[in-house]
């Protein structure tokens, strides 16, 4: 009794430092398990919606976690990586860009290139090729707390060893390097199929498994050691898979399968990724499994993320550099794999968003997120809150009761309250800097998102583009003109995230001279309108009111069908008009037909049905070009005998 009463006392006699820590001791801080998956698109997994893939597990921990409908990421890998672990905006930390696996920049030299190609408007800062040493990252924090801390896939984050995750908090390392891809798929790794070396990689601190091991299985299989070996202490496991990231390597029974497999939405059809698809949740299935038999699931946050949109671009037949491999290459094998199986198809479809991988529209940003915490979230639960990379850090830090480093700014705010679903997040709006590729920065504020470009691209010749995605999720409608006022209210937000993020904005190249545009005819009559040329089309550029195209060598009995294969960013009304042989004016009414344009990124064909009678003298074709310009690929007239006129404009003459 007189030792219970001195123990009493001597409690009672602790400091609150002491008191407080012993509180947060390592057995009630939660174990924290981070799952994220290379280029997995935000419809690749049936709890989003897909109904060609099959991830049963993912469906599974959807029904007992909180799902996020508008998370994001960076269009790619590496900024979203760092982003992770750093919880600042990418224009922040300077990993803007994909390059984890080149070498690093000397210290202190210019992240601006000294010169351009004159016929490029700006100079681009270069990205950090590696995650800088100084920063102090999400693994440091949880270590220093006593936590376990393991990194098992991708890495990304630096070439050089003093860049490897041991340098960044790391206890145990499991990783390949370079790392945009794996290795290889398949073990030995890092060998071709005769087992030497391939020369493309080397390995970094991965093991070589049983033959033909499956790297999928091989880093679920390290993780579950992990989380085995650190049961009884507090351990974060950074699970980040290759899979669905090139150069796709695939179990081929599960393909099969899948080509022989149909999606209902008629989109997805790729059995390759569908195969990957499946291993990604297995290993998620069995990390799960798992943690249940050790009675661990109660005590662990688990997050599902994808790093970036799916990849839409990858292995078409219709890609150059696909051409340009023969028998020899060390990827030649890997491409006749792929049109063995997935014939001209691109990885994955994000419809119904815009795009994909490295462009900075929904596909290429929306990616999955699902937060799973028995007894602080509600399962089977969904948020409309607008989170991304940045937001995990603080996050974590939240849930294990601890307190950012003084010195480091961390840009991201902690999703606590939105998961226990006591508050909602405070800040203005959310950015996204991407100054690559198609450079651009964007800002989401409630149903409004503005892409501010640096520069006209041939493709993406609007500045700025506005689109209420509650109503447009596929960015179909650009409504900047409409809107000026809404556009004059982000774009002054978007200075702000600049200034105080430090992005380094592109500066103008000094052996830039503007290219004269050059006019053509191209056999047509513009009028309030210019046509120049452009590549494979013509622009037409509005001048006035009523521009329109005319012709009188059409010289076709009708009825006519009129094909127009174009690209309008804005989209619009256009009108065709015309007059026949016997007729000396254009009549005030009749003889004319309404056609819409719908805005799209990309060329389509608009067919037309033209009731003439008679044979066409002259015709007119009016296109929204007033504020927009437009390009006209092809301008085809067919009667119902088959004669055609076409104006084919990927050959046009200056004029």
Known sequence: MIRLIALTLLIIELPVSVLCAAENSPKSQPNIILFLVDDMGWMDSTPYGSQY?????????AHQSMRFTDAYAIPLCSPTRACILSGQYSSRHGVTSASGHQPAAPEGADPYPASASPNKQFLYANSKNYLDPNIDTLAEVLKEAGYQTGHFGKWHLGLSQEHWPDKHGFDVAFHAQ??????SYFSPYGVDKDGKPSGRHHVGTITDGPKGEYITDRLTDEAIKFVEDNQN??????????????????????TKQFAQK??????????????MLKSVDESLGRLMNRLDELGLTENTLFIFYSDNGGNVHSRTYDDPKLTKIKEGHPQFEEIQNWRKWAGGEPPTNNAPLCEGKGRIYEGGQRVPLMVRWPGHIQPGTTSD?????????????????LKTPE?????????????????????????????????????????????????????????????NLKEDVG????????KPDKVKQLDALIDQFVKET?????????AYHVKKEVEVTAGLVPRSCKLVKAEGAIRIIGEGRFPFLGTASVKLSGPLKLNITVRNTAGGEGKVQWKTRNQQNFPETGQSIIFTLPASETRQTIPINLPIEGQAQIVRIYLPVQETPLEVELIQFQDDQGHTKNWDFHDIIPR
């Open 502 to 510: 430090g992005a380094l904005y592109p500066k103008p190249n000094p």
């Open 262 to 275: 149909e999606d209902p939405r008629g989109e997805q059809r790729n059995p390759i990724m569908a195969s």
């Open 53 to 61: 893939y099959e991830t049963p597990h993912m469906q599974e921990l």
């Open 407 to 467: 010195s480091h700014i961390v840009d991201g705010e902690s999703l606590i309250p939105v998961l226990e679903q006591t508050d909602n997040l405070k800040r203005e709006a959310y950015f996204t800097w991407f100054p690559h590729l198609i450079p651009a920065v964007s800002v989401r504020q409630g149903d409004w998102k503005l892409i501010r470009r640096f520069e006209p691209h041939s493709i993406y010749p609007a500045i700025r583009e506005l689109y």
């Open 475 to 482: 960015e179909s409608n650009n409504l900047a003109m409409q």
């Open 178 to 183: 370079p790392s945009p891809g794996p290795p």
């Open 233 to 254: 202490k507090p351990f974060f496991l950074n699970l980040w898979h290759y899979g669905v990231h090139g150069p796709w390597g695939h179990k081929e029974e599960y």
């Open 385 to 401: 809150e607008i989170v991304g990379p940045i937001d995990l850090y603080p996050t974590i830090l939240d849930a294990a009761g």
